[in-house]
């Protein structure tokens, strides 16, 4: 699905891990859960240094700070073994309560899932996609329908007239048997001319004693053509519809486009959602689990210098950081609904209880960008520019139609036929075919409005829808523009809050662990300084994690921005390059 040849594939390496980045990275889990419950001066770890502009940034300790709760797992529950080996009941018994708080969203069947994984069932099953995807081909079928008004049409009609009522002179009959017979084709011509040819049978049989011929054959063979000369005359009117048409299915083309975008830039923004939500669950548990310890002290030392009332305020901190837990817990949850209803698998659904595990970790390469090169790849490449020029080329069609409709009427019409007479239809038929008695007509029919004032109201009406759908496009066209400024923007101010965010979480993480070295005796004062510190450094940590998450996202939108995801996720369109 995604190219690798592409030039913007650089700062997506990350999506795809080797088996020994993963293994590195399940290493590093252990201490990522275990690390936090470390007492004093046990674990002295070397202090990562501020990181200056253009420095890359620690990719394994950024990770280090926020782990999957799954992912991370496997290697916390070797390092337990390792610890109850050491006989570290502390360290032991705080990673065992952070394991405890986090399972609530570790379920027995479970998915593990990468975002191009994702991606392919978003766009295989996703009901928006198959919903906007008939649009095209319905628009084809009335591109056939305008187009089939140039098609010949075959045309027959019979008549049986008796006739028999009283006559009072001897030179007309009272009893008249007819039997009329036609047929033939007609045809509407681009110039806006309609031609016919056809055969007529007229057979006559009557009591009158003085017909000849009794009963009579007459065969015509007729030719009717009708060309306007004003109104509706021309190529440019009469192909008009099945232009309009064109441009319906181009635009129904274009809005299916922009639906596999949107699918694409939500169900990667789902992804990473719920990357975010795991691990801010993980930061949470650690908090808990770090909240219920201090509470325990504190209860132990109820008899000695910690009050009820001090002891209640430390209770109600820590159920409003259960509370809190609570909601982000259910984050996970929605984040997994959200990505499932994207992706609309049959493997998968709303109702079944399964945990999905992301596979892939955020990309934490600067992306590079261009402003201008960005504005003109977009003014190339969106779907929503290229919709509107459409509209306004339509608009301008509907203006010519509307100008056609205020002319006058002014047909001229000819209409010659070949008569033969017979006793028999195939004699009468001969005798047509030899063209002895031809006779033609010509004429004209003029019509018009007295006033006019209908086509020129819809003249008038469809002058301004063009300027509308001017105004229109130039509007599209600074939108798509603002969005690219934006969503550049939003690529480097997401990245620069990353360094200065992980940055933080070190400090924070640094801090307390300088106040768990001083701490001489755990009285209330020393107790609330660290959960204080260990509470900044959770927020740090999250601050961190929305950086990066947004910082992913930020790439995918500027994608979305510049008209080019489709081509970013390597995906073609069926119709890519139909007209």
């Not at 889990?29 to 007492?39: I, K």
């Not at 109104?231 to 441009?247: A, E, M, P, Y």
């Not at 600067?366 to 779907?383: I, K, M, N, W």
Request: glycine fraction near 2%; hydrophobic fraction near 40%.
């Amino acid at each position: 699905m995604r190219r690798t040849d592409d030039p913007t594939s650089a700062y997506r390496i990350f999506r795809s891990y080797s088996l020994t980045a993963m293994a590195l990275l399940l290493s590093l889990g252990a201490s990522s859960f275990a690390q936090g419950a470390e007492p004093a001066g046990t674990n002295a770890r070397k202090v990562t240094p501020v990181l200056s502009q253009g420095d890359s940034l620690p990719i394994e300790r950024l990770r280090w700070h926020t782990p999957d709760p799954s992912i991370n797992r496997e290697a916390a529950l070797k390092r337990l073994e390792t610890l109850r080996e050491r006989g570290e009941k502390s360290r032991v018994k705080f990673i065992e309560r952070t394991l405890e708080i986090a399972s609530p969203i570790c379920r027995q069947e479970i998915l593990e899932l990468s975002l191009e994984a994702a991606l392919r069932r978003a766009l295989a099953n996703n009901y928006a996609i198959d919903v906007q995807r008939f649009n095209p081909a319905v628009e084809t079928t009335r591109v056939i329908e305008a187009e089939a008004a140039f098609d010949a049409t075959f045309f027959a009609n019979a008549i049986k007239n008796n006739i028999d009522r009283p006559t009072a002179s001897a030179l007309q009959a009272n009893d008249v048997d007819l039997t009329s017979l036609a047929a033939g084709i007609r045809k509407a011509l681009p110039t806006g001319a309609t031609i016919s040819a056809s055969w007529e049978l007229n057979r006559t049989k009557t009591t009158l004693s003085f017909q000849t011929i009794n009963p009579e054959y007459v065969t015509g063979l007729v030719l009717d053509i009708r060309q306007p000369l004003l109104r509706n005359f021309g190529v440019d009117v009469t192909q008009s519809i099945i232009r309009l048409r064109k441009n319906d299915r181009r635009v129904s083309k274009y809005a299916f486009h922009r639906q596999v975008r949107d699918v694409l830039r939500q169900t990667e923004e789902a992804y990473w959602r719920l990357v975010q939500a795991r691990a801010d669950v993980v930061i949470s548990a650690r908090l808990l689990a770090q909240f219920e310890q201090i509470l325990v002290f504190l209860q132990a030392r109820r008899d000695f210098d910690v009050n009820a009332v001090q002891l209640s305020a430390t209770q109600a901190n820590l159920q409003q950081e259960r509370t809190a837990f609570v909601r982000r817990l259910a984050n996970v949850f929605d984040a997994e609904d959200q990505l499932i209803a994207l992706m609309n698998s049959d493997d998968i659904d709303l109702a079944d209880t399964i945990e999905i595990i992301p596979t892939d970790l955020p990309n934490l390469t600067r992306l590079v960008v261009d402003p201008l090169a960005e504005v003109q790849s977009g003014l190339e490449h969106r779907p929503e520019i290229h919709e509107q020029e459409l509209r306004v080329a339509s608009a301008r069609i509907a203006v010519g139609q509307a100008k056609s409709a205020e002319l006058p009427r002014f047909d001229l019409t000819f209409r010659t036929a070949s008569t033969g007479l017979a006793t028999n239809s195939a004699e009468s038929f001969d005798n047509a075919s030899t063209y002895n008695f031809v006779e033609y007509r010509i004429g004209v029919e003029i019509e018009m409005p007295i006033g006019n004032r209908g086509p020129r109201a819809v003249y008038r009406r469809s002058q301004l829808q063009h300027e509308q759908q001017v105004a229109a496009l130039k509007q599209t066209f600074e939108e798509v523009i603002l969005d690219i400024n934006l969503a550049v923007r939003q690529v480097a101010t997401t990245f620069d809050q990353i360094a200065p965010s992980f940055e933080s979480a070190e400090a924070r993480h640094r801090e307390v662990d300088s106040i768990v070295a001083r701490q001489e005796r755990k009285d209330l004062n020393t107790l609330n300084s660290e959960l204080a510190a260990r509470r900044a450094l959770a927020e740090s940590r999250r601050a961190m994690l929305r950086a990066v998450v947004d910082y992913n996202i930020a790439v995918v939108n500027l994608e979305r921005a510049k008209g080019t995801l489709l081509r970013y996720n390597n995906v073609v369109l069926p119709f890519d390059h139909d007209s």
